[in-house]
């Protein structure tokens, strides 16, 4: 690691010059890092905004999952069985499923050997449980805060290797010329925000854990402290893909969590409110034929929680739409009250289906309220809240149905790199997914994809170094220190705060689990004509600098984000995973297009332009042992 100044125009830059850079300090971030080094990439440094935030850290259910191979049981399972399941999820490539598949174990065993207490039998075997769209039981769990603890023990690896961590940066720009990556330029978060604060980060290698574009949305169960960075990658002319396909599903608002699994399965009481609390109506009534159905479909949301466009006539998303519909179009407050059983039924009078009735009876929860069910089968669940101030047997939770993770992303390779030379994506950043996507499997698509950009870099890459910054990159700079100038004239009609929140509303309005087309077109008109004036029209407020490039950056994933659905639609999509598309207010059931991949790219002029193909086959490789064996002793089979 050298550090250095650099030199454009009047100003001095600080720089740090090295052989990578992960930006991000997540679980996929602390594992490229640990990956980094373990493979003789010593020069390696992570930047983060701040060390503890994001979505790893931060984020959970009742039972947080990750997905992999099976490994206990009598039930076959293979590493080609996984990358169909993954592969089926629609427009998703195969050669990323099986690439997923194969380095699940070796992932997942490397966690568990670090500390991460996935749960094993009394003879060894890690076992497992079915989780959505999941046929074989591969899911595993370490309770509520999977992903946090995948954190401390990678973060405690990469303090052991003494990899420096530049906790305190804002990335703004990525550094690019002649189709490769030159670095990233940062901003210090913890000050004002002058020109002395920008500094760079100079490397041919980075590898971007940044999660995905959280703040986008105003009704999110991403934690605060998450809100990605996609849309100066957009900018930089990095490919999206699969933008338009998310996961929405019913959370909470305050503190910001999944209310999936157990909290459905013990059948809380779903009631709403006018804004100050009156008017208390318990609402599914109106939504259900009958309150048995209600019943069970509140169950099957332990299962299911993701919202699911298929599931909204006859199935559990019928809750989603009760939720969207009483907050989006009344205009209520919606609440899950587990102190008191639906409509004050004992739940021993309930008809019910067997299977609930069977689940029910196995756990020995046909008794009591609620709450006492909760504590009854998952203690933990129970006193996640309890820990943040809300105590279930004495106040109801307010509830949403929120965004929650995006199945698309920037576009990789089978290394998980960017058509960017050098630029490499992993975790939430990365557009690996398909329409569907068992839970958990995103965890363990974060932990391969960590760990095979670093075995690209390792060998194809080790000995590429920094030499003299390329013009280009000194343009870049050049108009990020521009746009300091002109804010600090401060007079922007509004603040970073304000626009923020005008645009995350109407995200989450028109643009989330339900999408009017002619509201979309409208949108995006409004981030174009904001984007075009941005320095003269935003005006820096409580964030500092800091909130107005985190302000430029959702503008920037907002309009591609909208671009890909209108282009979706004009490409004959439909409403399917978790989007139902309207237009002029009824549902569009066009044919979809299940084996074709989206991909969307900026120009350097500023145009969108789209991009369609088939999905990559799930290869069929020979794999004569002799013939592997060859090229993995010539290059380990990187190619």
Known sequence: MIRK??????????????????????????????QLWRRGIKDTVIVTEH???????????????YYKLSLCGEQPDSIYKMARTLFDGESMDGDLALAEAAGSIE?????????????????????????????????????????????????HRVEEAGIQIFSGYLVVRLLHAGGGVKGILCLRTDSVGTEEEICAFLAENIIYATGGPAGIYRDSVYPKGQHGAS?????????????????????????????????????????????????????????????????????????????????????????????????EVRGRKVFMDFRNNPWNREISSWTIPEEMRRYLENADAIFGTPVERLCHMNFPAYEFYQRRGIDLRKEPLEVSLCAQHNNGGLAVNLWWETEMEGFFVSGEAAGTHGVYRPGGA??????????????????????????????????????????????????????????????????????????????????????????KGFSKKVRIGSGGIKGVFMLEDMLLSQRMYLTAMQDYIRHGGKSRGAALYLNNGTEEKREGLANMVQEMKMTEQGKIESFWREVHPIPQEDNFFENIWKGYRKNHNVF
């Open 442 to 531: 995103a965890l363990n698509a974060g932990q391969v994809g960590a760990r095979r950009a670093a075995i690209f870099i390792a060998e194809k890459r080790k000995e590429i170094h920094m030499e003299d910054l390329p013009e280009q990159c000194f343009e870049q700079i050049g108009k990020v220190l521009d746009i300091i100038e002109a804010l600090k004239e401060g007079r922007g009609e509004k603040t970073a705060e304000e626009w923020t929140a005008i645009f995350q509303e109407n995200m989450s309005r028109s643009a989330g689990p339900v999408r009017d087309m002619k509201e979309i077109g409208r949108l995006k008109s409004l981030t174009e004509e904001l984007l």
């Open 51 to 65: 060390v503890n935030c994001g979505t790893s850290r931060n984020a959970g259910s009742d039972k947080q999952t």
């Open 5 to 34: 100044m650099l030199v454009t125009g009047k100003k001095k830059i600080r720089c740090i010059c090295c052989q990578a850079v992960v930006v991000g300090s997540g679980a996929s971030g602390l594992a490229a890092a640990d």
């Open 231 to 327: 849309g100066i990658a957009f900018l930089a002319g990095v490919k999206g893909r699969n933008l338009t396909e998310w996961q929405y599903g019913i959370a909470s608002v305050r503190p910001r969590w999944n209310v999936s699994g157990t909290y459905m399965q013990v059948i809380p009481r779903l009631v709403s409110t006018e804004e100050d609390g009156s008017g208390e109506q318990e609402f599914l009534d109106k939504y259900f034929l009958s309150r048995e159905e209600a019943l069970y479909s509140l169950f099957l949301k332990g299962y299911q929680w993701p919202f699911d466009a298929r599931k909204v006539e006859n199935g559990s998303s019928r809750i989603d739409m009760a939720v969207y519909q009483e907050t």
């Open 107 to 155: 992932a997942f065993l490397d966690l568990a050997h670090a500390g991460v207490p996935f749960p094993k039998n009394r003879y060894g075997e890690f076992v497992g449980y079915k989780t959505d769209h999941d046929p074989m039981s591969r899911a595993s769990s370490a309770g509520p805060l999977t992903s946090r603890i995948m954190t401390e023990v990678l973060q």
